[in-house]
């Protein structure tokens, strides 16, 4: 079981930059997975970036490749989300999330862990 909550939201002009933090609970973070996904209003939640176990391979959605990054420090229990050189579009809930799976993975359904979310709005 592994309970994640999400922080670092917030209100940012177009152009600047948010880092998001996702803290887990529970002794097995390091065997996971980890990703973030996000949900605009009307829209269908959407990966964002994935890490593996170790922190040595990571993967991006097109959309945000060379302006987000994703880390972990497992001694810590948590996963970041660097975002820079922010959009209006990217405006969002974020979300992280854990899987079980040894490789990252795009696919939502391969999370079985959520936190509730943190929003991010970028204005124009």
């Not at 060379?66 to 497992?74: A, K, L, P």
């Not at 975002?83 to 990252?104: F, G, H, R």
Request: with cysteine; glycine share 10%.
């Amino acid at each position: 079981q592994v309970q994640l909550v999400e922080s670092g939201g917030g209100l940012v002009q177009a152009g600047g930059s948010l880092r998001l933090s996702c803290a887990a609970s529970g002794r097995a973070f390091s065997s996971y997975a980890m990703g973030w996904f996000r949900q605009a209003p009307g829209k269908e939640r959407a990966f964002v970036a994935a890490i593996n176990w170790s922190g040595a391979s990571t993967y991006y959605a097109d959309s945000v490749k060379g302006r987000f990054t994703i880390s972990r420090d497992n001694a810590k229990n948590t996963v970041y989300l660097q975002m820079n050189s922010l959009k209006p579009e990217d405006t969002a809930v974020y979300y992280c999330a854990a899987s079980p799976k040894i490789a990252t993975t795009p696919s939502l359904y391969d999370y079985d862990y959520w936190g509730q979310g943190t929003q991010v709005t970028v204005s124009s």
